[in-house]
T-cell receptor
């Protein structure tokens, strides 16, 4: 049972480069989320989706884009990487149909922008 | 945005000791969660709390949803070396209307080190 799978696990980008962080879940969850985690800080919500074709901004969306063409996949796009985007990125999913169920997290993608 | 204040920031304890950490908010929450994060891994849910005053245990872990709905604590009894990690509180603010879609606000984390 794979759960939430993120790729890649590590990546180094140069300033101005672009990349897509992949996230896929095999639990048929409607809700998916992208968080970033900076040292000494809690996780902050970047974007979220409540179903295929529906996305919305979280607390820190600037510099990122998302899409949700299928229930399983929720990629996060960085178009012009900046040093401030150096962070660990976590994708999570949640069923969305039961208010007392909580999200499952992927293992994270550690991104360094130099 | 919403802020959760988690304390302490770090703890260094001896194996066998009990641990307590807490989380406070300036506004009311309707859900409190406690997660543990091991190095190189994503957060894993330990305990979920949905009612004010609720006290829930999971093995050696006990957490409570504060009666004011603005705080929560986590206790770990008889700590062992595998308790090492970062512990996060998280919650969903009470909304005046509409749904939160499961979005979470996280505390800054408590780094726990256990010496054998």
């Amino acid at each position: 049972n794979a759960g939430v799978t993120q790729t890649p696990k590590f990546r180094i980008l140069k300033i101005g480069q672009s990349m897509t962080l992949q996230c896929t879940q095999d639990m048929n969850h409607n809700y998916m989320y992208w968080y970033r985690q900076d040292p000494g800080m809690g996780l902050k919500l970047i974007y979220y989706s409540v179903g295929a074709g529906i996305t919305d901004k979280g607390e820190v969306p600037n510099g990122y884009n998302v899409s949700r063409s299928t229930t399983e996949d929720f990629p996060l796009r960085l178009e012009l990487a900046a040093p401030s985007q150096t962070s660990v990125y976590f994708c999570a999913s949640r069923t969305g149909q039961d208010t007392n169920t909580e999200a499952f997290f992927g293992q994270g993608t550690r991104l360094t922008v130099v | 945005g919403q802020q959760l204040n988690q304390s302490p920031q770090s703890m260094f304890i001896q194996e066998g000791e009990d641990v307590s950490m807490n989380c406070t908010s300036s506004s009311i929450f309707n859900t409190w969660l406690w997660y543990k994060q091991d190095p190189g891994e994503g957060p894993v849910l330990l305990i979920a709390l949905y009612k004010a005053g609720e006290l829930t245990s999971n093995g050696r872990l006990t957490a409570q949803f504060g009666i004011t709905r603005k705080d929560s604590f986590l206790n770990i009894s008889a700590s062992i070396p595998s308790d090492v990690g970062i512990y996060f509180c998280a919650g969903r603010p009470a909304n005046a209307g509409g749904t939160s879609y499961g979005k979470l606000t996280f505390g800054q984390g408590t780094i726990l080190t256990v010496h054998p």
